[in-house]
């Protein structure tokens, strides 16, 4: 969720001086552009994982403190909910067998995990969104002890004038529900994956990245159930947008934008991107420190740019840009944040390997592919890749409206496989992993498919079925075989 913050009431003052500040961080970030005062490392990736916790009869487990003190790992953090807990991983770099080896460290991370994780009576779980979850626990109570989470409830529902977060979700069931607070934001378990590239580089891999966020969605979707309910093949989608809604029904209707964005418009550069947060939204945590980023340039310095990146962590884009210092460096990455977590490791490392081939291979096509896409189709992409998942019609420039599984199949797989090349990765492992995305095409199964099978299978009361289902999941989820050869009802 992003950087931690203290307890603290929020003024006009303090919003003022922090807009200043911010735009002061905008200056600075744009000098350092100019001045190519960043990182030249080669490109490397990153993950984060969040996860449920639950307990033997699959049903979730109010105890991250507990458990995080149990795993004792400051690669381990809290996450929205007591229910939650996320792991970021060490960055690597893109090459040879460093996929495979990434996937080994994140096995072995969640293995010591769970063990410990279950002294305090809890297991880990890989979901998108954890289908036991009831409306009853996530209230506002549910949220973690973090200041940062109770400030940001606080500043959300104020900007909202007090009124309720209204939750609407039409799919192959409906959801209508209010809540009193951002809790129910905390069903939405994702993995991030992180790109770490050249200012000069930055803009063609997030419209790359933009550009592909409807197909990522459709095929690893893993969240098609919320309090009960069967909706979207990645309910997460419109959860996470409604959960977080700062705007009430009247700003919506004036077409003022959602805190969850996909954007507007391709990039030319990672700036763009910084002063559409400035110019578009209000602050949520208007937290200054007290260094002066443009001070600090004249000094030959990096500037923590803090509060530019504060704010930037209070705008919820499915491919978020990622000023940091590593080793007194500054640089860049894209943080794409469209995908749930799981089934599996293999799955997501599988996703993961799809994503970092397939942006490789756009990026690098000397006429940019989004230019022969309108923005609108891609976020129309998106929509539909997580309402149907694996059934899902997409467009795409130069072969037109297509099922999703024939374009990967036909189009996308090749390209992923180029650019993993491009990268340098290992061909064995490679074609390990994009075999993982093509079998599940042609099998027509991923999480969502698996798990909504496996229900209407088992039959019966809707809870106990969901019940029974996470703990068959949860079995197989630690063998680490790919989704697509789980059976179905066992």
Known sequence: MGRDVSAITVSTQDRRRYREKVQR????????????????????????????????????????????????????????????????????????????????????ALNDADARARQEGARLMLVGILPTLREADLTESALSANPRYRLLNEQILTARGGEAMHLDIDGTERLRTHADSISPEAACTSVQYHLQVSPEDFAAYWNASQMIAGVQAALAANSPFLFGRELWAETRIPLFEQATDTRAKELREQGVRPRVWFGERWIDSVLDLFEENSRYFSPLLPVCEDDEPLEQLARGEAPGLDELTLHNGTIYRWNRPVYDIAQGRPHLRVENRVLPAGPTVADTMANGAFYYGLVRALADEERPPWNRMSFHAAATNLRRGARYGLDAMLAWPGVGEVTVTDLVLKWLLPQAAIGLDRWGVDGVVRDRLLGIIEQRCLARRNGATWQAMTVHAIGGDRPEALRLMVQRYIEHMHTNAPVHTWPIGS
């Open 25 to 108: 961080c905008l200056e600075a970030f744009a000098a350092m552009l100019r001045e190519s005062r960043f990182a030249t490392d080669p490109p490397s990736m990153g993950m984060e994982i969040e996860l449920n916790l639950v307990d033997e009869a699959g049903r979730p487990v109010m105890r991250n403190a507990a458990v995080l003190e149990a795993i004792s790992d400051e690669q381990w953090a809290t996450e929205l909910a007591q229910c939650n807990i996320e792991v970021n991983l060490p960055p690597y770099p893109l090459a040879a067998k460093s996929l495979g080896a990434l996937e080994q460290t994140v096995r072995d």
